[in-house]
């Protein structure tokens, strides 16, 4: 049997560590070989990216390699697929091997596409990338006041971390003891300044408190780059200063060559997590067209699934349980406080009020991941 | 009349109806139709107020057996 993971992410590392673990015994007699196979042979915990932005976590607290996190069952290739031939169960990779597999877990994540909207790659900062991150960073210190204008694009990974970059700036100013020559204006595509009705609800006040403007129902059409305005699909605009965007996101390029789904968004069974038409193929985290996060937690609560049905597959000839929708997203709500929102497809999430204890275990965690991801939590 | 692609955004909290229904009307072209199927209430007000807004058409919304059935042209 062999089982075949393509991606090296949260996802996909999670997975192959949990599979390895409980698969070692057919691993060690040789009934069963796992190979995974990723872009890169780093591995970023890309929820840093936001702390950098704001000074609080530094460039190369974001990396391990990624053989360190890998159990030694484990066949790591840098060897990324070009083609996936699933009527073959085989892929092709760039360095010209050929893999065949038994079972195919797909997840190779998402990327950003500024470019799907006019001005917004010259205009616009983001912090979805190390060098995007440095940048933001440095227009954030170098900026003494005016007007800053935070743009949100559908679709986009980590639903949270817009009103978490709000709740950061407020206290970034704060701090700085310029916020009041600081006017900090939200925007946001629906008719609420969050798409999950209780962080809306909890956010709300603390937007009101903070004195952050909000529009809603603004879905970014162009950027003006040379007057620096910024105009919605709906027929408004705001002037800014500093542009801060939430870019829109598509999958991988890979998938979209292959025709695996549009936008780079493979077709997936809610509940299986397997590819619509191929029982054989699993796909996990933000390569999935479910109507799920696109986050690491959902990521990894997949992964946890899908290694268990692929081990009792391996074992008992079928999968034993069903994903039920679970997501855990922890919520800075500035630069000392936090709190979290967890839910499933039954149920949706319940707010605390922010707390300090919450964020310091949001900054446990930031270590944690490591753990995590070797499949040790 | 070509059927509508459907958008099965039922009992999902995150990103939510009308994000999903944004995800994939950006996908779409001029002319297509989608159904959004949502089981949140808020969806069969607040799904017409961003088409109203910015210019597509609302086909059709109603509640059938608890799921709303909204369906929505691309007409720019």
């Not at chain 1, 699933?86 to 500024?114: F, H, K, W």
């Not at chain 2, 159904?35 to 059938?64: F, M």
């Amino acid at each position: 049997m062999h089982i075949l993971v393509v991606g090296g992410g949260t996802g996909g590392t999670i997975l192959a560590n949990n599979l390895a673990r409980r698969l070692a015994p057919e691993i060690r007699k040789k009934k069963v070989s796992l190979t995974l196979l990723s872009a890169s042979d780093r591995h970023m915990y890309q929820p840093g990216l936001l702390y950098v932005a704001f000074g609080e976590m530094s460039v190369d607290e974001l990396y391990r390699d990624e053989a360190s996190l890998l159990s030694s069952h484990i066949d790591f290739h840098v060897d990324p697929v070009e083609t996936f031939r699933l009527d073959q169960n085989e892929v092709l990779t760039r360095s010209g091997q050929t893999y065949e597999y038994d079972i195919l877990v797909i997840a190779t994540g998402s990327r950003i596409v500024p470019d799907q909207v006019p001005g917004l790659k010259e205009g616009a900062e983001t912090f979805y990338t190390e060098a995007a991150a440095l940048k933001l960073f440095q227009r954030l210190r170098e900026f003494e006041g005016g007007t800053i204008a935070v743009t949100v694009d559908v679709p986009h990974k980590c639903p949270i971390a817009p009103v978490e970059l709000i709740f950061l700036l407020h206290d970034y100013f704060k701090l700085r003891k310029i916020r009041d020559k600081v006017h900090i204006k939200y925007h946001y595509p629906i008719g609420r300044i969050h798409t999950i009705a209780n962080v809306a609800k909890w956010a709300k006040p603390e937007f009101d408190r903070m004195n952050i403007e909000y529009e809603t129902l603004f879905n970014m059409k162009e950027v003006d780059v040379e007057n620096k305005v910024v105009r919605s699909e709906e027929g408004t605009e705001t002037n800014y200063d500093l542009l801060i965007a939430v870019p829109p996101h598509r999958g991988m390029a890979v998938i979209e060559h292959n025709q695996l789904g549009v936008g780079g968004w493979i077709p997936t069974d809610r509940y299986k997590l397997t590819m619509d038409g191929h029982d054989n193929v699993y796909v996990l985290g933000d390569t999935t067209n479910l109507p799920v996060s696109k986050t690491g937690s959902a990521a990894h609560f997949e992964a946890e699934v899908v290694a268990e049905n692929i081990a009792a597959v391996v074992k008992i000839g079928s999968p034993v349980r069903d994903y039920d929708g679970k997501v855990y997203c922890f919520i800075e709500a500035g630069h000392d406080r936090a709190t979290y929102a967890m839910f499933d497809y039954s149920n949706p999430p319940d707010l605390k009020p922010a707390s300090k204890p919450m964020h310091w275990f949001k900054v446990a965690y930031n270590q944690m991941y490591w753990n995590s991801v070797r499949g040790l939590l | 009349m070509a059927e509508s692609m459907k958008v099965d955004a039922r009992d999902t909290y995150c990103p939510g109806p009308l994000m999903e229904l944004i995800t994939y009307m950006k996908q779409a072209d001029v002319g297509d139709t989608l159904e959004l199927l949502s089981t949140d209430e808020g969806s069969a007000a607040d799904v017409p107020e961003w088409v109203e807004k910015v210019g597509h058409e609302l086909v059709r919304n109603e509640q059938i057996d608890g799921v709303w059935h909204i369906t929505v042209r691309k007409a720019k």
